[in-house]
């Protein structure tokens, strides 16, 4: 069974950084895919970027290309969300989420993190 835990969520100023961890155990090929969504108070689930173990090559929605980086450290079984230049829209719980295979969308992600909340305001 894969467990996924997140940390790194706070309160940070506009133009302000945050980095998010997501360490993962029980990992197999059902978790191969490492993807971070984010949920905003009264919105849907929205996909921020993924991840694989293997290739590590990462892919981002438009709205956070160019601000935000994903990365992994296979030996720590964790996966990282570094956030630049946030904006009171990036204000949202921020979910650690594996799969088999890549995908855009939450319903094909067999694993969930709890959520951290992510606070940007001055």
């Known amino acids: 069974q894969v467990q996924l835990v997140e940390s790194g969520g706070g309160l940070v100023q506009p133009g302000g950084s945050l980095r998010l961890s997501c360490t993962a155990s029980g990992r197999s090929t059902s978790s191969e895919l490492m993807a971070w969504f984010r949920q905003g108070l009264g919105k849907e689930r929205e996909f921020v970027g993924a991840i694989n173990w293997s290739v590590g090559r990462p892919y981002y929605s438009d709205s956070v290309k160019g601000r935000f980086t994903i990365s992994r450290d296979n030996a720590k079984n964790t996966v990282y969300l570094q956030m630049n230049n946030l904006s009171p829209d990036d204000t949202a719980v921020y979910y650690c989420?594996?799969?088999?295979?890549?995908?855009?969308?939450?319903?094909?992600?067999?694993?969930w993190g709890q959520g951290t909340q992510v606070t940007v305001s001055s």
């Open positions: 989420a594996a799969t088999r295979s890549f995908s855009l969308f939450a319903s094909s992600y067999t694993y």
